[in-house]
């Protein structure tokens, strides 16, 4: 049967790309990001077509934007199998330059934002003892890098509440994975999709197949990681 996924952060760069390849599995879309953006994304998708998705502009890292988000998904669909928590931020300069309040930010998005989605799904997957759960974090959450402490810190923090949760949930038929992609040519940390010094980079494309991937697992396998870097890339292992 058709399957119903909310993917957070669909306004631009892997979320946008990540809901035009379910889209072409008929799978039933509820976009989320925080700017008004969103709404063209699925116009696009309508316009090519594509009937089955709501955009929903709400800001992950706010409870009440997360409740907004679970209720309107369920009015327009009764049921949720999959949530990419996509949405993130980045920035990268020395520690002693980061403030208080950017450090806060990136906290709220990249990990309050993650637990905040991942709680509200949950009663819901229980319920129909089914559901994945998939996260976009990061390769850094597996190795630090210079002038990221900030970054790397919420990607750490990431990989950990999948970890706990993952275990908390599976007897409850609910798949909890991480995909820790390295450097991907998006609009990430204000930079530009499509910059020619990036075309070495990893496309959109390969991380949202991965996502379509872990989420089409059959129902007795779980993809718990996938790490991507492109090969031109350096990384420790
Ligand atoms: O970045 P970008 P990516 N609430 O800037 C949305 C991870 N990653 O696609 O809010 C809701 O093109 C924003 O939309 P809007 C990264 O950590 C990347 O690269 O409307 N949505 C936009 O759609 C992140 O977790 C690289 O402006 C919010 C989207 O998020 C994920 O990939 C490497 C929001 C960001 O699109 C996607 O990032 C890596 C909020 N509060 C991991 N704040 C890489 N690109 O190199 C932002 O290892 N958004």
Known sequence: KDQIAIITGASRGIGREIAQQFS??????????????IHKTA?????????????????????????KIVDE???????????????????????????????????????????????????????????????????????????????VATKYAVQGFCGSLAQEVREYGIRVGTINP????????????GLPEKEDWLKVEDIAKSVIYMASAPKHMLIDEIKIHPFAQDYPI
């Open 24 to 37: 072409k599995e008929n799978t039933k879309l509820s976009l989320v990001g925080s700017s008004e953006e």
């Open 43 to 67: 116009g696009e998708l309508k316009e090519n077509g594509f009937e089955h998705v709501i955009s929903i502009q709400a800001d992950v890292s706010k409870e009440d934007d997360v409740k």
């Open 73 to 151: 998904t369920l009015s327009a669909y009764g049921r949720i199998d999959i949530l990419v928590n996509n949405a993130g931020v980045g920035f990268f300069k020395p520690t002693e330059e980061v403030t208080a309040a950017e450090w806060k930010n990136i906290f709220d998005v990249n990990v309050q934002g993650v637990f905040l989605c991942s709680k509200a799904v949950l009663p819901h997957m229980k319920e129909q003892k089914f559901g994945t759960i998939i996260t976009i974090s990061s390769d850094v959450a597996r190795y630090t890098i210079p002038n990221g402490s900030a970054y």
């Open 182 to 193: 390295g450097m991907v040519d998006t609009y990430f940390a204000d930079s530009q999709q």
